[in-house]
């Protein structure tokens, strides 16, 4: 057994009496300068790769501008250069309603979303006023990908400099911990450009791509701004498909078109069909069922069908596909689109298991249809 109480710490160390100085300056300069710099050093380091990531944002915010001002330039024919416009649409910014008595809070929100949003219409309607409404669309999706990487530039960089100029470490940690989070978002924005620039369908796209193929029999009319109705029949159950209005860069107004169908022909049950972000280590295109109103954005919409269903009694199921966040927003793989075939068949499952003869179905596709007709 080792008798620790002989151990001469000195010569453990090399602090004896004929040991050399300089070692002993090797030892105890790095302590003291951690002890006094260390918090310094640590934001340097940290400030390195912040600044690249930065130099990465402004890269992206960049190229979502120019792609924006030449996809106007080459497709609309505006009259005069639409750079200043553009740019000072960048800027925008929406304020949220005050929140501290929550009655009829959802109803300001959607007010004043909706608002911004025929803002956003008409501002770029006004360069070029002969337009489609398909050009439209994808402009205005372009718009909102270059707003959106624009602030997110303008606030992280914001955070960097707020922690370099009080030269404040732990200000810096909240960024450094949140960064790649924020980074795999804006790289899957910006990787969406070229997808709406042509028009082609994106993975978020993969429920309204379902019930738009069911209802290219059908007889269509607009039910709401942007959202397209068709009935048809199926195994004696009346079925109302509804999508956002394609192949336009839309998502209409769900909200709105359920609120008039229930109140025409009230269904029994309400199915919706969208994607769904994965956890990670989850495979991408995988399907899976659940209760509620499957739907993203900022709530409104889902508050909307969640109080139409609550006061009629209708019963809401869910299917969702699921995927990354770059899929969603990028080109549809074609893993993601070749599920339609058995997210349809689950479809006609949950009709027969849930539904008589008789009965009415709902059917929502819910998520950006560009590049998906109906």
């Known amino acids: 057994m080792v008798d620790f109480t002989n151990i001469d710490l000195d010569q453990l160390f090399g602090f004896s009496d004929d040991s050399n100085p300089l070692l002993m300056l090797v030892w105890i300069l790095p302590i003291i300068i951690f002890i006094f710099y260390g918090q310094r050093i640590q934001l340097q380091v940290t400030s390195g790769e912040i600044k690249k990531a930065i130099k990465k944002l402004d890269g992206y915010r960049t190229e979502a501008r120019t792609e924006l001002i030449d996809y106007v330039k080459k497709n609309m024919s505006p009259s005069e250069d639409p750079t200043k416009k553009i740019d000072r649409f960048l800027d925008y910014f929406t304020i949220?309603?005050?929140?501290?008595d929550p009655n009829g809070v959802v109803d300001k929100v959607r007010h004043t979303l909706r608002a911004r949003e025929d803002y956003s219409r008409n501002h770029v309607k006004s360069?070029?006023?002969d337009s489609n409404e398909l050009e439209l669309s994808k402009v205005i999706t372009l718009l909102e990908i270059a707003t959106?990487?624009?602030?997110?530039?303008k606030i992280v960089n914001h955070m960097y400099l707020t922690a370099k100029k009080q030269n404040n470490y732990p200000l810096i940690l909240p960024l450094q911990m949140i960064l790649p989070f924020i980074m795999e978002e804006a790289e899957a924005i910006t990787k969406a450009i070229p997808a709406f620039q042509l028009g082609q369908p994106v993975g978020d796209g993969i429920g309204p791509m379902i019930v738009g193929k069911m209802m290219l029999d059908t007889k269509k009319e607009l039910v709401a701004f942007q959202t397209?109705?068709?009935?048809?029949?199926?195994?004696?159950?009346?079925l109302f498909l509804l999508k956002a209005e394609g192949p336009g860069s839309n998502v209409g107004r769900p909200g709105d078109a359920v609120e008039s169908i229930v109140a025409k022909n009230k269904p029994d049950i309400i199915i919706m069909v969208d994607a769904a972000l994965k956890m990670e280590g989850?495979?991408?295109?995988?399907?899976a069922q659940g209760f509620g109103?499957?739907?993203g954005g900022i709530g409104t919409e889902r508050f909307q069908i969640e109080d139409i269903a609550t006061k009629n009694n209708i019963p809401i199921f869910a299917i969702v596909i699921k995927q990354s966040i770059k899929e969603a927003i990028t080109l549809m793989t074609k893993d993601i689109a070749n599920q339609a075939e058995n997210v349809t068949s689950q479809i006609n499952e949950?009709?027969?298991?849930?539904?008589?003869?008789?009965q009415k179905v709902l059917l929502i596709g819910v998520g950006n249809t560009i590049g998906v007709p109906q």
């Open 282 to 287: 989850e495979d991408s295109a995988i399907t």
């Open 350 to 358: 949950m009709i027969q298991d849930n539904t008589k003869p008789g």
């Open 148 to 153: 959106s990487l624009h602030m997110i530039y």
């Open 228 to 238: 397209v109705l068709g009935e048809k029949e199926y195994n004696g159950r009346k």
């Open 293 to 295: 109103a499957a739907i």
């Open 127 to 129: 360069l070029s006023p």
């Open 96 to 100: 949220m309603p005050v929140d501290m």
